[in-house]
């Protein structure tokens, strides 16, 4: 469908990252303790305290700089970002404002609309701390706020791309892709029902006209608490702005930024306060915490234990197995493990194809209906190996197959033993042949059928000759039957 507009969006996105202790202190940064019990002098902002840098949580986000393709910045330092607000004893945060610690990187995505790839530009990549909680009660009559410090000092990733997606699906692709990097780089876990990963986008569209484009002001939009929402949010967020611009006909000149928030029972977003401009933090540079000198070796380090990450991945499985784009997005979308137990399997029958399929639809079946890990699945590689070569060989025929596979997980069985338990007996080629020609002798109006063309009539010999053996394989069994036939034309 041709919009009369196009769409500009850029994200913002922070990420808690997975240390145990916290950026500037050493409390714990567990979810879910009882509020307040997570504090101490440093994250609560007592005077005269000093802060000192989590040396992991710096590790981390230059792991993810350097996966993201940031320039990393050798030298870089921390800055205060002045702002009043009760869930921020401190009244500022610390922050990096204009040395970040990676910049000018991107990541890559396959583009909904046309599954070419695409860059997506990364402005800027810098750590700060979280702020606290502050839970308010609005139901009627209950009007009281509490707050949560135990968030205080939370370290956070803060990934700002740039204005490159084009469309609200692309942009929930777009943070899928960003989720699934960060966990294969363990860097997070990128919950956010747990406020582990909070997104705010910017947008804003422009209308198409016959004198060229003209852009609407730029709204961010917050409060979107699922990758679903912020699809949703945006998709209405264009069409608001397009219906604006039609009633108020052009806007020119300098209009604020606007700050809406997603309401998603109401499906619409509301307009919240005027954005601070950065010149309203008055940023200045932290004066309790030394700057951070980043070695070439360092980076080196990071970058050699990045491992193989997603893209790549993805490319590799296709080029190595055969596989689609399909298959190897669906096996790399469940993490490392599961790659790793597709590729023994798949090398240990020598078909990609075959083996991706049992692992998406079999293994993985399994793992959704137990509600399991990997590690708990019962059967390692070499069992399943078995089992898929002989259905490769054609000794089983896909369902006898499941079958089989069935029986090895609820009785620990090998596939030998399973299929001998299940009686399953392999037919050999002459065998079918000969049954295949009785099945044709007997049923002349069936093959004259098939000679006119009703190539689907060949069901009925199969079904006869399955009558006849039940352990014949029916795809065998089908293709005999029409070489048989063709033969006798
Ligand atoms: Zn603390
Ligand atoms: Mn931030």
Avoid at 9 to 36: D, M, R, W, Y
Avoid at 323 to 350: H, K, M, N
Avoid at 422 to 428: C, I, R, Y
Wanted: proline share 6%; net charge negative; with cysteine.
């Amino acid at each position: 469908m041709q919009r009369p507009y196009e769409i500009i969006i850029g994200l913002e996105v922070h990420v808690q990252l997975l240390t145990q202790s916290k950026l500037f202190c050493s409390c714990s940064t567990e979810f879910g303790a009882p509020p307040n019990t997570q504090t101490c002098p440093i994250c609560i902002g007592m005077p005269g305290v000093l802060p000192m840098m989590n040396r992991r949580a710096f590790e981390l986000g230059l792991k993810t700089a350097c996966a993201l393709q940031c320039e990393i910045a050798r030298f870089t330092k921390w800055d205060r970002k002045n702002y009043y607000y009760p869930d921020l004893p401190k009244n500022y945060q610390i922050s990096q404002y204009d040395l970040p610690l990676g910049r000018n990187g991107y990541l890559e995505i396959r583009s909904p609309e046309t599954g070419q790839s695409k860059r997506i530009g990364i402005i800027r990549v810098h750590l700060e701390e979280d702020a606290g909680k502050s839970m308010h009660d609005e139901r009627a009559g209950k009007a009281d706020s509490r707050i949560d410090l135990n968030r205080c000092g939370v370290p956070l990733l803060e990934i700002v791309t740039k204005p490159d997606l084009r469309t609200p699906a692309e942009a929930k692709i777009f943070l899928q892709e960003l989720k699934l990097l960060l966990n294969y780089l363990d860097v997070s876990d990128c919950n956010m029902q747990e406020g582990s990963l909070r997104v705010d986008a910017n947008i804003n569209i422009g209308v198409n006209t016959p004198e060229g484009p003209i852009p609407t002001p730029i709204v961010e939009v917050k409060n979107m608490n699922s990758f679903r929402a912020v699809e949703r949010a945006l998709t209405y967020e264009a069409e608001r702005q397009y219906q604006e611009f039609l009633e108020t006909g052009r806007r020119l000149g300098q209009v604020p930024k606007q700050t809406r928030g997603w309401d998603e029972e109401a499906e619409l977003t509301r307009p919240q306060r005027t954005k601070e401009e950065s010149s309203d933090y008055r940023y200045f540079p932290e004066p309790d915490l030394v700057p951070v000198v980043v070695s070439e070796a360092e980076i080196e380090r990071i970058r050699t234990s990045l491992g193989e990450l997603p893209q790549l991945l993805r490319e590799r499985l296709e080029t190595t197995y055969g596989i689609t784009p399909y298959d190897s997005d669906v096996l790399v979308s469940q993490g490392r493990a599961l790659v790793q137990y597709f590729e023994r399997v798949a090398t240990l029958c020598g078909e990609g194809k075959l083996a991706a399929n049992w692992v998406q639809q079999e293994v993985l079946r399994f793992l959704n209906e137990h509600q399991v890990s990997l590690d708990a699945f019962p059967l390692p590689p070499e069992r399943l190996a078995e089992l898929l070569i002989m259905v490769r060989d054609r000794k089983l025929d896909t369902r006898r197959g499941r079958e089989v596979l069935a029986r090895m997980l609820s009785t620990g069985e090998s596939a030998e033993e399973a299929v001998a338990s299940l009686g399953f007996v392999d037919v050999g080629d002459a065998e079918i042949e000969k049954i295949c020609r009785l099945v044709i002798a007997q049923n002349p109006k069936t093959v004259a059928d098939v000679k006119a063309g009703k190539i689907k009539a060949v069901g009925g010999l199969v079904g006869q000759a399955k009558k006849i053996n039940p352990h014949v394989d029916p795809a065998k069994v089908r293709e005999m039957c029409l070489r048989l036939i063709e033969e006798t034309a």
